[in-house]
């Protein structure tokens, strides 16, 4: 059993950026793919990000290529979500997702999911 908790959410202004976390507990992450979703008011729930479990492998929804880049750190059992160039259309409750494949985390079916954490961009 994995739990995950989000943190770094926040209010940002468009054009910021913030620095999203994802620790896990339980089990280590280093046997799991990792993904970021994100799902706004009204909005079904969307791919962002997702990374093999040895990191060298990632992909990322054509909404965030070029501004969002995610990474992990196996030792500290800890996935990111670095944002960049934020969009008022980027706001969102964002959750972090596992699984042992990465296109299960792809596809939006993971075994374990997290609680989210809210990202507002507005001026």
């Known amino acids: 059993q994995v739990q995950l908790v989000e943190s770094g959410g926040g209010l940002v202004q468009p054009g910021g950026s913030l620095r999203l976390s994802c620790a896990a507990s339980?089990?280590?992450?280093?046997?799991?793919?990792m993904g970021w979703f994100r799902q706004a008011p009204g909005k079904e729930r969307e791919f962002v990000a997702a990374?093999?479990?040895?990191?060298?492998?990632?992909y990322y929804a054509d909404s965030v290529k070029g501004r969002f880049t995610i990474s992990r750190d196996n030792n500290k059992n800890t996935v990111y979500l670095q944002m960049n160039s934020l969009k008022p259309e980027d706001t969102a409750v964002y959750y972090c997702?596992?699984?042992?494949?990465?296109?299960?985390?792809?596809?939006?079916?993971?075994?374990?999911w997290g609680q989210g954490t809210q990202v507002t961009v507005s001026s």
């Open positions: 990374i093999s479990w040895i990191g060298t492998t990632t």
């Open positions: 997702a596992a699984d042992g494949r990465i296109r299960t985390v792809v596809s939006g079916t993971s075994d374990y």
């Open positions: 339980g089990r280590t992450l280093s046997s799991y793919a």
